[in-house]
């Protein structure tokens, strides 16, 4: 990497930023300026200089005095980039200092914060018996961190030969692989800050969390044919980028920081992609760190009065509800509870005054940014309803009130409806960019993602009505009117994956994806294999071979998420159920004979596969409801709201 060099003044684009304006040798741009596509300008008449009076030059020695002191004790980390010459962005940061790491100090902590505030003591220093004092930085009257320096860390003194190898791995391509993921895949999962991660990289990749730089290198590394520079030169060592990051990245949790997070959340994404977990820590288990590391690190609180930089604020924001996203999709996908409670959780909702560059009147830059902005905070307002569809009807304790229930199905509609309209009205506040047709020309659409998102969620409430009428008896009327509203969900969910073009499908997905796919086609396996009718039967068995056939054409073609859900579906194909009278064991679905539709089997003792997955007869209680106690009204009113989110289905994408 060319030894950037200092300009003797900032150009127009940089002083605006108030960025630092550095040039690699040998360009007539500073880094920001060819980075955004522009040239630099110098239009803007420089600030005069003031001339110094004495008691300014008394103030400066002072300050000086000030500055050489706290440098030579211990300090908070604030004056590492405190001590950089010129602009920087990094002052006062608490998450991303160079050489230190934070611990939120909770209100049940041993080390009690408030403590800390009464005289005598310091705020920024504890006595310790013995040892370096420990460290602490209020944020805000009610909210402090203890600041711990790295190097007391195992592990940190190999961070820069990691650092190096990472950089090696790629072989110089480092410059045009953070381009191309700024490109393609910042702009739907704005975790990082643009502006702080490029004036680090203009100085030095060691700057870097290792597993963070390796993130970022190897999700771009799979949009390597989409830059112009890269398409003809070698790849980067994938493998090894993986190995490096994942043992970086096990040693980082020894010294979390927000780039720790980062590194996780993007690894996640990476992995998501890939039928195979080789070298890394698969999304399940990247989702334990992060939700762990995120309270230590205090992204479950509302940072906007904090004493913190505004970027820092917008960062932890976006930061937290990407967690949040993670966390309550992981819980819903692999099946387990969430790992918190909305009691824990104090940060307000997304807007678009949470993402960077903005122009004047507010928007992002580029419209495509705005609208995986966009689509990033629907995401998260739909994983809130998400959050509270796993408490009220998917948590352990509502299930049992359900099997224990007389009146199954009457429960479950009572308590589904308010969560259906909540979705209902999800929908209806997606704005228009998000539409199909508003998409720029040779431009990737990333915003089907959220389409795939809504489908699932929308899948798992009919899935649960299904699953529900095999333990209820109800009249062929109702059985009809619920069924034929769960096969168009299916149908409609079917048709939305054949209809994705190219433009959508080379674009980002957001890492569950694939899993979602896995759920839509094992409703689809649910609604066949409880299908009376020998039509309805053959029927829905034609679009589950539609529907495997897109995975295999669209992941051969390069959509990495279809194929790893051909892998999932394959594999479900082998899994075993343990009987309970014999113990004897059958493959699935072939070794699993169809069921006499809501008909009463025994209940197995042990199920190695998902709820999804298996005939709903195995997991059918022994208590039959003799009741039709479902009004036929409400019925209608359910399924009219489902009608109305597909009125103009088509036009979305």
Known sequence: MPEPSKRPRPCDSCRKRKTKCVTEAGDADCVLCRFHKQQCTYEAAPQARKRATPSDANKTETATKRSKTIRTIPGTGVQEYDALSGATLLRRTLGLQNLHHSRYIGANDCLDASVLLSPPLDKDRIPATGGKPLRIRFVHPLHAFQINPDADTVGYGHES?????????????GPQLVKLYFWIVHPSFPVLHKEVFLEKYSRTYREFSPPLLAAVYLLASG???YSNELVGAPKSDVTKLERLASESFRSTLKRPKLSTIQAALLLSQYNGTKSTAGELLTPR?????????????????????WDIPDWEIDLRRRLSWAVYIQGRWSALLYGGPSRFTEHDWLVSELALDDFYERGEDGRAANPEEQKGCMAFVHMATLSTILSDIMIQLLSARFQQRVNLAEHKLSLLMEQLKPLQLQLKEWFATLPESLKMESSATMKLSSVCYLRLAYLSVETCLHRLVVQTLTRSAVDDNLLGIL???AKERFYNAVDFIQHLQAVHLASFWYFISAQCC???????RLLERTATDPIERSAIAEKLEELKWAFKVNGEAGAGFMKEAQTLIEQSS???????????T??????????????????????????????????NSTVVDTHNDVHQESIDDWILDFDTNHDHWATYV
């Open 285 to 305: 288990e990247l989702t334990t760190y992060v939700v762990n590391l995120a309270f230590g690190l205090g992204l479950h609180l509302e940072p906007t009065e």
């Open 586 to 619: 059958n493959t699935s679905p072939i070794g699993l004979t169809d069921p006499d539709i809501y008909g009463r089997q025994p209940q197995l003792a042990v199920s190695s596969i998902p709820m999804e997955t298996s005939s709903p007869s195995v997991w």
């Open 223 to 225: 949009y390597w044919m």
């Open 161 to 173: 030969a990691i650092q190096d190898q990472i950089e090696a791995a790629v072989e110089g391509h």
């Open 518 to 524: 896995t759920i839509i086609y094992h409703f689809g």
């Open 483 to 485: 069924r034929a509203a």
């Open 574 to 584: 082998r899994l075993v159920l343990v009987g309970l009278d014999d113990r004897s």
